[in-house]
């Protein structure tokens, strides 16, 4: 059984970063701003999410796979990746704590998924994400 979520993903290094959000909070641009960096798409504004094996895999929506929203510019067609095992969830948050010991659980179709939020206005965003997946995302091996 599939859902699909209201969330960008991108992915880095074989590993999936679900990007969650208010509209307008830049999921997009973060997703943007990690493929110049040289994560891949998943997905835009809804991706289709699935479990196999324990793992909540992500893959592109059929009706948006290969576009990314680009504000102020529009539709633009990306390469996208196959299916994606997640290993973070990253929430935008405008009241995001400054600092955390240890990333929140989300559980998403009965998987436990580590969840870090950020604050949408940081600069410097996508080196934030990189480290979050880094620090706290999980090993998939």
Known sequence: MSIVRQAGCVAIGGRGVLI???PGSGKSSLALALIDRGAVLVGDDGVVLGVTGGRLIAAPHPQTAGKLE????????MPTSPPVAIALVIRLDAEAPRFIDAPEVITIEGVALPLVRLWPDSPVLHLRAELALRTHGLILS
């Open 70 to 77: 680009v504000r102020n510019v529009g539709l633009v067609e």
């Open 20 to 22: 969650e959000g208010k």
